[in-house]
């Protein structure tokens, strides 16, 4: 039952309100953080069953209506859902407690690892586990844009000319991953225009829906490590349209051949530590941030990627009904949810190519049996890969460097 029903201003005046404890809020949000193996899937389920079916906080309705807003905006949604549930139990300081607790767990669980994993000499058994995990993850990166598909497709709409174009963006997003990883977003940019310009709704001097974008994919100027690792998690959470494998081929640029701060095989593990780990896949900044410049350095870019989220839900969590409602907005993103796709699909090349060592490839192949013909989990997926490398290390296979 509702632990009180009370109007809060926040929230739209049509829909009942209650008003949950701040305690509450880190309680609940905190187990969720604790428990969300499996990505956004998990987390949406989990706060559905805690806030509509266990307490009765919000209408089925209106969670729904969250989900789907969230999912119009750059950054993590599944994190940003989490956030905006605790603002409309609990207004701006639910929303900070909620969205804290909701990160912190899997933060906490990605560095311990990450000091594990990029230890200077660690033992045989972890870089064979992390070889293996990191085997797998191309074939994760082709799932995740897999199940993206159907539903993107049906947004297209039934018209030949809309799916030709929902083609084109598809493949100019994948493209753009493989060849210009750092400036796929200028694809997912690109895309979206174009389909607003097909659809009618831009106009000369009319303000565009990410038209920012292509400033914030560029490059940053030399500037010392930490200037260009709050540079990197910046464009992470403001960039990732689509989900969390969007930013990976930029991610993957900027971390192993720009600033050098870890290797390709690092990257590959840092990707299946953010999937194996609770919370949201965006942590696996955190890892960079910590092959950067330590603890300090994942906790900055941990914050600094997750920043724009809370800014989007405190500041505009009350027009989120008129941002659905917004045919330009909506154009955009039957652009650019295709393009994100692509590029997720795409990430998958440069992430194969990563791979150093042939038995790397024999668990490629089965992590792509079970995840793309099976359709099975990926938690499982990767921690069977880990097992998988570290059997073959220990049975004289070479490891990753």
């Known amino acids: 039952m509702p632990e009180g029903p009370a109007d809060i201003p926040e929230g739209p005046a049509e829909t009942p309100q209650v008003i949950v404890a701040l305690r509450t809020i880190a309680a609940e949000w905190a187990r969720i953080g604790c428990v969300g193996f499996g990505g956004p899937p998990a987390h949406i389920a989990l706060l559905r069953a805690l806030c509509v079916e266990r307490k009765g906080w919000l209408s089925a309705a209106e969670f729904e209506d969250g989900v789907a807003t969230t999912n119009l905006l750059p950054g993590p949604a599944s994190t940003q859902l989490a956030i905006f549930c605790a603002w409309r139990l609990a207004g701006p300081a639910g929303a900070l407690v909620g969205g804290v607790c909701f990160i912190v767990p899997g933060l906490t669980i990605i560095l311990a690892l990450s000091a594990v994993f990029l230890a200077a000499r660690p033992p045989l058994w972890i870089r064979g586990a992390a070889a293996g995990a990191g085997a797998a993850v191309p074939a994760v990166a082709a799932s995740a844009a897999i199940g993206l598909i159907p539903a993107s497709w049906r947004r297209a709409g039934d018209g030949a000319a809309a799916r030709g174009r929902w083609s084109c963006y598809l493949l100019a997003g994948g493209a753009a991953a493989v060849l210009v990883g750092p400036f796929v977003v200028l694809a997912l940019a690109a895309s979206g225009l174009l389909e607003m310009v097909a659809r009618g709704q831009h106009r000369p001097g009319r ?166 013909a099976l359709r099975r989990n990926v938690v499982v997926a990767i921690g069977g890969a880990a097992v998988l490398g570290v059997i073959a290390v220990l049975a004289g296979a070479p490891a990753a460097a």
């Open 207 to 372: 303000g565009l829906p990410g038209g920012l974008l292509p400033l914030l994919a560029a490059p940053a100027a030399t500037a010392g490590t930490l200037l260009s690792l709050a540079w990197v998690a910046f464009k992470v959470g403001a960039l990732s349209y689509g989900g969390g494998f969007v930013i990976i081929p930029l991610m993957q640029r900027d971390a192993v051949h720009t600033y050098h701060w870890m290797t390709s095989a690092q990257f590959l593990s840092a990707v299946a530590l953010g999937q194996v780990t609770p919370g949201p896949v965006v942590q696996t900044v955190a890892v960079v941030g910590y092959a950067a410049a330590g603890v300090g350095g994942g906790l900055l870019a941990s914050l600094i990627a997750f920043t724009p989220s809370f800014v989007f839900v405190l500041a505009g969590a009350r027009f989120f009904g008129q941002l659905r409602a917004n045919a330009g907005v909506q154009a955009f993103l039957t652009g650019a949810g295709p393009a994100a796709i692509g590029a997720i699909a795409g990430s998958a090349v440069p992430l194969g190519l990563a791979l150093a060592h042939l038995w790397q490839l024999g668990v490629l192949a089965l992590a792509a049996l079970w995840l793309l």
